[in-house]
């Protein structure tokens, strides 16, 4: 192991381990900050009584339908955006409209159409996860050599296969940037979906036990929301790997 | 002729100002089948919008293009060779050289075993599955050139190919060229701002003047090959083309 990766490791350790002796010398106080070996126990318990995987699956229905839709959505938009004049005249207005809105905003909205149902969060969510996806999408066919179209044009191509064989390949990079920032968007609006107006889900619980004041449970909450994040991260960097292999990577 | 221009003419007009640029002004020329044709002129005297014209990527505002004898075969009149390589950057060198007949519809067995036979050609076998992050830029273009032969056009053009390498791979990719020519028996038509790879490579040198673009002569370089720059008679032709052309780089650089 090198000398970087034990210092990250010792640090982790020994903030935990000062945690763990600060609480159970009775410094610091379970209800506000509960020893990392509860939080874990806890964490055991509600795994067995299938508490917390069922909110965990149950929100992840939710963000994961709400980021499929929003990402297609962005991806084609963008590129239609991105490769066609009018089509970007006619969006454009309305992404300057509701980009800046913060779409947890909309919420309220959808649960009037949309009821109290998955429907008002999934959709919550894929407008959030739509925008991002959408502008970074424009910006990476923006960004292709205007070279590379004239080389595609002058081997012949037509309009069709160069936005299939060159402006989607040339946005690429950029879309997978817009994917990763929603996938961050997606949890944030689950969670902020939850709160309110529902009787599941990993947002749900980590609210009710907040209410309850269940340290512990909220602790679980917040660390299996970490533990969705950096899940979401490795399988969105799998894909661009998979997606993206002429891409240089620095490590 | 392979390719006649007549009078040909393009204006740019510059939208914001609404100012009308005249970058050529009635450009006549043949191109005999089978030569090396070097356009040869300071920046701004039109030569790359020549070629681009030539290549059905601009449209020319007066005059008239003809390719008498493009009519046989199936494959494209032109194909370019772009300074900047232009390749596809998520494609391979295999994937970049046959993108041309895939667009076109050529079988793949086809259009692979073509690639293969073109990548051998310019001396880069082995390099088939590598991106172009990961070649030189020497090698680059020596795909670029695989890519543009790989739809069997009658006419390469040439976009200042070398102008971004350095000396020494320039002076190997030159001599790559001269060979490709021959081997290939293809109509080049190659712009250059360099009076030297002029005279190395040229069958006959256009020189170009600037603003308006015009052809200024026409020089015939009926040396043999391979030349020499050290050589007598490339030297001459040399000095010929600096007292022709030497206030013309002067006053483009001027302006």
């Known amino acids: 192991m090198s000398r970087s990766h034990l210092r990250k490791v010792g640090s982790v350790l020994l903030l935990l381990l000062a945690w763990q002796l600060l609480v159970q010398w009775g ?28 909110a965990v699956l149950v929100s992840l229905n939710r963000v994961v339908q709400g980021f499929v839709y929003g ?48 429907q008002s969060k999934i959709a919550t969510i894929a407008v959030g996860v739509l925008f991002l996806v959408l502008v970074n999408t424009v910006t990476g066919v923006k960004s292709i050599n205007p070279t590379l179209l004239k080389a595609a044009v ?52 980590l609210w009710e036990a907040f209410q309850l004041l269940d340290t512990k449970q909220v602790f679980v909450g917040v660390v299996t929301f970490g533990l969705l994040g950096v899940a979401s991260t490795w399988l969105l960097q799998w894909l661009e790997r998979l997606g993206c292999p002429w891409i240089q990577r620095s490590n | ?118 990548i051998e050609l310019v001396n880069l076998k082995g390099f088939e599955h590598r991106y172009p992050h990961e070649l030189s830029g020497g090698m680059r273009q020596r795909v670029a050139l695989a890519r543009a032969l790989a739809n069997d056009p009658k006419i390469l053009l040439f976009d200042e190919p070398l102008a971004a390498l350095d000396a020494q791979t320039r002076r190997v990719l030159q001599d790559e060229l001269l060979r490709i020519w ?23 040198i256009v020189l170009m003047s600037a603003s308006p673009g015009r052809v200024k002569r026409i020089i015939d370089v009926p040396l043999p090959r391979p030349r020499h720059l050290t050589g007598r008679a490339e030297a001459d032709i040399v000095d010929r083309l600096d007292a022709e052309l030497g206030d013309e780089f002067k006053r483009a650089m001027a302006t």
């Not at chain 2, 050529?24 to 681009?52: H, M, N, R, W, Y």
């Open chain 2, 182 to 204: 021959a081997e290939t028996g293809k109509t080049f038509i190659y712009v250059t701002h360099s009076l030297t790879e002029a005279v190395l490579l040229g069958s006959r």
């Open chain 1, 71 to 118: 990402a297609l959505a962005g991806i084609v938009l963008g590129l239609l955006a991105g490769a066609v004049g009018w089509i970007e005249d006619v969006l454009d207005p309305w992404v300057a409209a509701v980009y800046p809105i913060p779409k947890s905003a909309l919420f309220p909205l959808f649960l009037l159409w949309f009821g109290l149902g998955d």
């Open chain 1, 154 to 205: 002058d081997l012949g191509a037509s309009r069709f296969q160069i936005f299939l064989k060159v402006i989607l390949p040339g946005a690429l990079p950029n879309i997978f940037t817009g994917l990763r920032l929603g996938a961050g968007m997606a949890l944030i609006l689950v969670f902020i979906t939850e709160i309110e107006a529902t009787k599941a889900g990993l947002g749900f619980l």
């Open chain 2, 1 to 118: 002729m392979i390719l006649e221009l007549r009078n040909v003419g393009k204006v740019w007009s510059i939208e914001r100002t609404g100012e009308r640029v005249v970058a050529l002004e009635s450009v006549s020329l043949d191109v005999a089948e089978g030569e090396l044709l070097i356009l040869l002129g300071p920046s701004g005297c039109g030569k790359s919008t020549l070629l681009q014209i030539i290549a059905g990527l601009e449209p020319l505002s007066s005059g008239e293009i003809r390719f008498p004898a493009a009519g046989a075969g199936n494959g494209k009149r032109t194909s370019m060779v772009f300074q900047d390589y232009a390749l596809f950057p998520w494609r391979t060198v295999l994937g970049n050289v046959s993108f041309g007949p895939e667009v076109r519809g050529v079988a793949r067995a086809t259009r692979d075993a073509n690639a293969h036979r073109l």
């Open chain 1, 27 to 54: 410094k610091l106080s379970e209800l506000f900050l509960p020893a990392p070996l509860s939080v874990l126990a806890t964490m055991w318990e509600m795994t067995r009584s299938g508490q917390l995987p069922w």
